[in-house]
DNA sequence: CTCCCTTCGTAACAAGCGTTACGGTAACAT
DNA sequence: ATGTTACCGTAACGCTTGTTACGAAGGGAG
C-alpha cells in the first residue's frame, strides 16, 4: 500500500499522486485507501515516513558494516547519490515530497527533522574521521558533503545521461580527498 | 504576467499553479491568461525560461565585473544558493519546476539544456582558474562545486534557520580552498 | 460612419479531484 | 443461529481544474 504511493510517486510525479492513482497501483478501491488513511494528507505522510526509514536502515546497515569511519563516510553519502535506477528513483520521490512540503506544514517539519537528523549523522562520521578538527571545521565539511551528494542526486535524476554513476563516485572521492577525509585510518 | 506565474509559484507551491490563481496574482481574470498562451504547459514553459533568464542575465553580469577568474567562480557559484529572500524563493521555484519536469518532457528538456550550459559555464571558469589541470580533474572540480551549490540552495530553501546564509558562504568558501579554487591570482 | 480586427472579460462545459455515506460480506463471539 | 464488528467496494456529492465559446470594448482604415 505505501509502496504504491512510491510508485505512483515515482513515475507518475506529484502532480499525478492522487487517491485513485494510488488505488489503481495497490490493486483496490479508493474505499480501502481512504479506510485505512483519514485525508490524503496522511497518506503522503505515511508515505514520506516509509520513505525515510528505508534510507535510514540502508544507511545504518552500511555504517555498521564499514571498516573505519572513512569508509563509513563514504558508503553513506555514496547510497545518498543517484547511482542505479533504484536510487534515481528515490531521489526522484524525495524531489517530489520535496516540493509538496511547500505548502504543507506537516510534510516540512517531518523534511527538516530527517535532514537535521542527517546532518547530525554526517557530522559525527567527520568528526570520528577527523577527531582533531573544531567543531566548526568538521561541521562545514559536512555540509560540504551532504549538499554535494544532496545536489547531484538531483542532476542524475533529471538527467542520467550527463551525469553517469562513474562521475557521481569520482566527484565524491575527489571532495573526500580534497577536504582531507580519505584514507586517514 | 510572468512575474504572476513566479510569485504564485513561489508563494502557493507548485500544486496551486493554476490559471485561476495566475490570473488573480496578474490582476485579470483567466481570459487573458488563455489568450496569451495556447494552453497551461505553454504558461509554464515561458515561466521557466523567465527563470533561466534572469539568473543567467545576473550571472553573466557577476562574471563580467569580476577580477579575476577565481572571483568570476566564486560570485556565480554564490548566487545560486539561497542567502536571502530572493534567492530562496528562486531556488523553491527551481525544485518545483524540476518536480513538474517529471511528467512533462518540454520541460525536462529545458531543465537538461539550461543545467548543461551551467556546468559548461562553471567549467569554463574553473579551467580558466587552473589551467594547468586536466579536462577530467576540471570536469570532477566544477560538477562538485555545482552540485554543493545546488543541494546546500535545496536545504536552505526548505529549512533556512538551520542553514543561514553565512555557513553556506563559509562551506563554499572552504569547498574551493579544499579543491585548491581560492586566491589563485 | 462603418467595418474589421485585436483584446479581454464572462460564462459555461466536461473532467477529475478529495471526501463521505451507505451497503454488503466475512469473521468472530456468544 | 444470531448479533456485532471490522473491512472494503460502490456510488455519489461538492468543488476545482483546464479549456472553450461567445460577446463587448476600442481603435485604426476606408
New interface residues.
Given amino acids: 500500500m505505501s509502496r504504491a504511493v512510491w510508485s505512483v510517486l515515482a513515475e507518475?510525479?506529484?502532480?499525478?499522486l492522487t487517491v485513485r492513482a494510488v488505488a489503481a497501483a495497490a490493486g483496490c478501491t479508493t474505499g480501502l485507501v481512504m479506510h485505512r488513511f483519514p485525508n490524503r494528507q496522511a497518506l503522503l505522510l505515511h508515505a514520506r515516513r516509509l520513505l525515510h526509514e528505508t534510507t535510514r536502515a540502508r544507511v545504518e546497515s552500511l555504517e555498521s558494516s564499514a571498516a573505519d569511519p572513512c569508509a563509513a563516510l563514504r558508503a553513506i553519502l555514496r547510497q545518498g547519490m543517484a547511482l542505479d535506477e533504484q536510487t534515481r528513483q528515490e531521489a526522484?520521490v524525495w524531489?517530489?515530497f520535496?516540493?509538496?512540503?511547500?505548502?504543507d506544514t506537516e510534510l516540512?517539519e517531518e523534511?527538516?527533522r530527517n535532514?537535521?537528523a542527517w546532518?547530525a549523522r554526517v557530522e559525527r562520521l567527520v568528526s570520528a574521521a577527523a577527531p582533531e578538527w573544531t567543531p566548526q571545521?568538521v561541521?562545514?565539511?559536512a555540509?560540504?558533503l551532504?549538499?554535494?551528494?544532496?545536489?547531484?542526486?538531483?542532476?542524475a535524476a533529471?538527467?542520467p545521461a550527463?551525469?553517469p554513476a562513474a562521475?557521481?563516485e569520482?566527484?565524491l572521492d575527489?571532495?573526500l580527498a580534497?577536504?582531507?577525509l580519505a584514507g586517514r585510518s
Fill in positions: 507518475q510525479g506529484l502532480e499525478r526522484i524531489m517530489g520535496l516540493a509538496a512540503a511547500v505548502t516540512i523534511h527538516r535532514n537535521r546532518r571545521r561541521a562545514t565539511a555540509l560540504a551532504i549538499a554535494m551528494t544532496e545536489g547531484v542526486a538531483a542532476y533529471a538527467d550527463a551525469f562521475e557521481q569520482a566527484m575527489a571532495a580534497a577536504h582531507g
